[in-house]
């Protein structure tokens, strides 16, 4: 899936989990298949699950990760109604994976798609409720820092000059260019506030339906408050995007941005995927469907 990939296999990530926790020894283990990029995962009994991070880096900042990712999700867990991992241990490399990885509690749920809750009022209203949580906690005076999402939109160029260019064969580019040029344009005139800060289908979880869970919590931080409009595109048709953007009352402004984040989040997933994750292409197409043509975001057809 990526190039910097790291091989770990069943057996690996077992032995791993038994000679460094040998209290869970007796629990049997499960690979789980997931729609996530970042982590191979593997549970641990009912109560528990392995997070091995998948691409390599240095073990030191790996580590500095996991341990910042594990403070993340108590302060998250703390601010929002829904259910939360915690970090339980942190596991050390071995000698068949060079990396920190972690040890969390499992959340049950029925992972969310861009269809099965596209047309629920009740996932909405949800939705709603989850997001003005995240906002109203208060960030001690902490702004966003690092080059992720959250920030200023020009500061993508670069990669979406690489978007563009990888997508020559799978997208109208020439369009999307142009609509591009239009969100890196729209100011960032209000203060960060409190963001999931990914907060993509595969990180929600349903209970009949109804929002009952979050995943992947680790970078809960401040940043542009449109960041977790993000939601509305990957996993919203028309009317419900609209029921989203009055109940959070939003600006043309911040409506706009969150559009722009989630662009340039789908801009990534088609091209990059492609090949190795068709949900996440097909996440991204269906994403850049809804912007591009929603009257609300792109008002007159792009010339």
Known sequence: MHENSIGLTPESGANLIRSQFPKWSDQPLQWLEVAGTANMIIRIGERFVARFPLRFAEPSEVAEVVQYEAKALKELAASV???VPSVVALGKPGLDYPLPWSVQ????????????VATSQR??????VLINELRQTDTQDRQFSGNGRGGE??????WMDTCFHKSQELLDVPLLR????????????????MTHGDLIPGNILLDKGRLSGLLDGGGFGPADPALDLVSAWHLLD???RARLRTSLNCSDLEWQRGAAWAFQQAMGLVWYYCDSHPTMRDLGLRSLHRIQSDEAICGSPLP
Not at 105 to 116: C, F, H, K, L, R
């Open 81 to 83: 109604s829904v259910s």
């Open 105 to 116: 509690t499992w959340i049950s749920g029925q992972v969310a798609t861009p269809t099965n």
């Open 123 to 128: 996932f909405t209203d949800d939705l709603a």
């Open 153 to 158: 939109l020009k500061a993508h160029d670069e």
């Open 178 to 193: 142009r609509l591009w040029h239009r969100f890196r344009e729209l100011p960032h005139e209000y203060p960060d506030a």
């Open 238 to 240: 028309k009317p419900l």
